[in-house]
């Protein structure tokens, strides 16, 4: 009896330290690769904060088979096997460090499988050209791969009001709107449009001139009104914050400021989204970090 409770305990101990160092691979994939929401999750209790990273990870992890090169089929058939490997981990059998963190943070915040399935149907969508013609299609796009990451978050920082779903996914989609704004260059050459036609249509600017980076009154008037539809949508994400867990509204504050502070840069540079890349210094984003962090850690009154 006694060895049999001194081998359970040495699996015990086998398959924490195999967690331990898993949860430090996504800490370490989330450090090289999240610029700005690494700042924000800096902010949550350790618990947290590590899950954070696990859903960071996976969603790393689909990105960049979207992003490599090769054939369509082949990183369909890449995001393919990941939806298997979520798949085993929700069914207790991870495969690799990602997945065995992943399973653990899911477990213990009950992130629905469902959340997951819908970044990698995101993702997906990247696989060719991106074209979309009305909004309501580029809004389902965002759903994917932004705002079912805002609903993995909040089953982390834990909510109290259901309608905390809803406004989360509004977060997502603001911020996502951003970064197609910020990257609107890029993305072209990449071969992937996301401006929405009938609004590109409506002020009169073409693809033609957004591969060829033209910068005029049509361009000017574009940017303006979808930073606008952006800052709509982060009026309504602001109402998540109250609803969440006190330790953890610093970090949705923090991702908020900083993408409300591109839009802002945007605008500064009068909706000239073309040449140097927009963004903030690290030391801006720390700046809001520390300012962050330290207003969550005050009681709030009564």
């Known amino acids: 009896m006694a060895e049999r409770a001194g081998e359970l305990k040495r699996a015990a101990a086998r398959d924490a330290a195999a967690l331990a160092v898993a949860y430090e691979r996504c800490r ?7 610029r700005n ?48 490997r979520l ?4 069914e207790g059998k991870p495969e690799g460090e990602v997945f065995v963190a992943l399973a653990d943070a899911a477990a213990r915040y009950r992130i629905p499988q469902r959340y997951f399935a819908d970044v990698i149907t995101g993702v997906e969508m990247d696989l060719s050209p991106a074209r979309y013609s009305t909004f309501e299609e580029l809004k389902n796009y965002c759903y994917h791969v932004a705002g079912a990451v805002g ?20 977060l997502g989609i603001a911020m996502q709107l951003t970064n197609i704004l910020r990257d609107v260059e890029q993305d072209a050459h990449a071969g992937r449009i996301y401006l929405p036609a009938e609004d590109m249509a409506r002020f009169g600017y073409t693809e033609q001139d957004l591969e060829a980076g033209v910068v005029d009154e049509r361009l000017r008037a574009l940017v303006k009104f979808e930073v606008e539809r952006a800052r709509g949508y982060f009026a309504s994400g602001q109402n998540l914050l109250p609803l969440l867990d006190r330790r953890s509204r610093a970090c949705p504050r923090v991702m908020f400021d900083i993408y409300q502070g591109l839009l802002s840069r945007i ?36």
């Open 37 to 84: 929401f690494y700042y924000a999750f800096l902010t949550l209790p350790r618990a947290r904060r590590r899950a954070i990273y696990a859903a960071y990870a996976f969603c790393r992890l689909c990105d960049d088979i979207a992003d490599e090169p090769g054939q369509q089929g082949d990183r369909g058939r890449r995001l393919d096997r990941v939806r298997a």
């Open 28 to 34: 370490a994939i989330t450090r090289a690769g999240a």
């Open 151 to 170: 609903l993995i978050c909040i089953q982390v920082c834990e909510y109290s009001d259901q309608k905390a779903t809803e406004y989360a996914v509004d």
């Open 87 to 90: 798949s085993a981990a929700f």
């Open 267 to 302: 605008e500064r540079r009068n909706y000239d989204v073309f040449g140097k890349r927009i963004s903030l210094s690290k030391p801006a984003k720390l700046s809001i970090v520390a300012r962050l962090w330290l207003r969550s850690l005050i009681p709030l009154p009564g």
